[in-house]
């Protein structure tokens, strides 16, 4: 895709992605699911990668991982329309089992093919700060493995100077049985919190 004079840089970005086949998961995805929000958004907040529902709309974080995700940035007062929301695998990587499309976790080749899309963004954004939710968007956004468990309400700054904030990704709360989930909530909202300005 050629890049139109005066067309802003995410946009041209979103338009180069539609048809990036750097690695095999864009032949069996429905579409690259491109990140959201402001341009100049002062938080983003990172995924793993586009699961059934956001495959299919287009948009991230729209399933079940997301609505908790919306639930916790609701309690914490942080408005999801004023952050970049997206992912460090732009399509989705699945196992069809019958007629359900089952999560497969990228690879780490499909991570590196994938990269220079978050860098981009990140590169276009400048926010003050990243969320990587999940061991997948943290070692993307760090260049090496991270232990969530181990690591996680740290910050880590990178190369580029921009804070990554460690935590979990939703659906690890959403594969909780009810009675560990409170207390996973409280300690992924304390987490969370360490985004808001002081
Ligand atoms: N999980 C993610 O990591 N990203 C999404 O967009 C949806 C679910």
């Not at 069809?96 to 994938?114: D, F, L």
């Not at 996680?152 to 690890?172: C, K, M, N």
Request: proline share 8%.
């Amino acid at each position: 895709m050629t890049a139109a004079p005066g067309r802003p840089k995410l946009q041209q970005l979103r338009l180069d992605a539609a048809d990036c086949r750097k690695c095999p998961l864009g032949e069996r995805a429905t579409q690259t699911v491109w990140g959201e929000g402001p341009p100049k958004a002062p938080l983003m907040l990172v995924g793993e990668q586009p699961g059934d529902k956001e495959d299919l709309s287009g948009h991230p974080f729209v399933g079940p991982a997301g609505r908790l995700l919306d639930t916790a940035l609701q309690e914490l007062g942080l408005d999801r329309q004023a952050i970049y929301v997206t992912n460090a695998v732009k399509h989705f990587k699945y196992e069809q089992r019958g007629k359900r499309r089952m999560h497969k976790t990228p690879a780490q080749q499909e991570i590196e093919a994938c990269s220079h899309w978050l860098e981009s963004e990140i590169e276009a954004v400048r926010p003050r700060a990243v969320a990587a939710l999940g061991a997948t968007a943290a070692r993307a956004l760090l260049g090496r493995p991270v232990a969530v468990t181990r690591e996680r309400g740290g910050w880590v700054t990178r190369e580029d100077g921009i804070p990554v904030l460690i935590t979990l990704h939703p659906s690890a709360l959403l594969r909780l049985h009810d009675e560990d989930r409170t207390e996973a909530w409280a300690a992924w909202l304390d987490d969370l919190r360490r985004l808001l300005p002081r």
